[in-house]
């Protein structure tokens, strides 16, 4: 099914990765337009539930947390905090600059390096990336004078349920968000297995810090599968090359591949 509550148009270039956003190096970029239609697609599942309360979201393995933090911006009245989680202490701190832009001080200092580059290098896409920075910290103004979002950021090994109990536990998380693009086989935190077993293994670790109302939306390679018991399948939608699979946690087994 393609995408069904973010309308085709939408100019989204403000939120590129790379022009205010901090981009990661070697990591994908997941499209702005699909993180908003997985929340999107949450929220409208929340909503049938009479579950209308801003949300708190989750990525166990957050990467530089650019999606994060677009979504955040595009829909902020509905979030009240995000957290983020990675292995990897590189990404984390990229993640920790793009949402640092969800406050005033961290867009701030965002613009002063950006104008930095556009005086010692001169190139259209620095001006272009001020002209962004300029919109954005309006609208972060008005965000702002609305509410605040929480954020926090903890190391952590998403395939190790303690990792997630020792950070997580008793605290509410209302959306789980993780993008899984692996190939047949991967290598995480030095263990190479099948994709579907990192997958089972991904849904286990989570289980502990799930409520029975958590939306769990996992996107991944349209070859991949994504299998547990202890999983329920609310929604399943493909677009492009990624699959994404939306769960709730209860008896009734998920099952999906080629």
């Known amino acids: 099914m393609p995408y069904q509550f973010t309308p085709p148009g939408q100019d ?7 022009r205010v956003f901090y981009g990661a190096p070697g990591q994908a970029t997941f499209p702005a337009r699909l993180i908003s239609e997985i929340f999107l697609r949450c929220q409208s599942i929340r909503q049938k539930q009479g579950l209308t309360e801003p949300v708190t979201i989750y990525d166990p393995c957050c990467g530089s947390a650019y999606h994060l933090a677009v979504c955040a911006w595009l829909h902020w009245p509905h979030i009240k905090a995000i957290s983020g989680s990675d292995v990897d202490a590189d990404a984390l701190s990229f993640a920790a600059r793009n949402l640092g832009l969800l406050t005033a001080v961290g867009l701030h200092n965002r613009i002063a390096e950006i104008e930095t580059l556009h005086a010692v290098y001169g190139k259209a896409s620095h001006a272009d990336a001020l002209q962004s920075a300029a919109r954005l910290q309006q609208q972060l103004r008005q965000n702002l004078a609305h509410h605040a979002i929480e954020t926090r950021l903890f190391a ?69 599968t994504c299998r547990h018991d202890q999983y329920r399948q609310q929604a399943r939608f493909q677009i492009g090359k990624r699959r994404v699979f939306l769960l709730q946690p209860g008896y009734g087994k998920v099952q999906a591949g080629n």
């Open 156 to 224: 952590a090994n998403a395939l190790q349920p303690d990792d997630l109990r020792r950070e997580l536990v008793g605290q509410s998380v209302d959306i789980i968000v993780a993008d899984v693009p692996y190939g047949r086989r991967a290598n995480w935190q030095g263990v190479t297995t099948d994709t579907a077993d990192l997958l089972w293994q991904l849904l286990d670790s989570l289980l502990v810090v799930l409520s029975p109302h958590t939306l769990v939306a996992i996107a991944a390679d349209k070859a991949q």
């Open 12 to 18: 989204y270039s403000d939120y590129a990765s790379g």
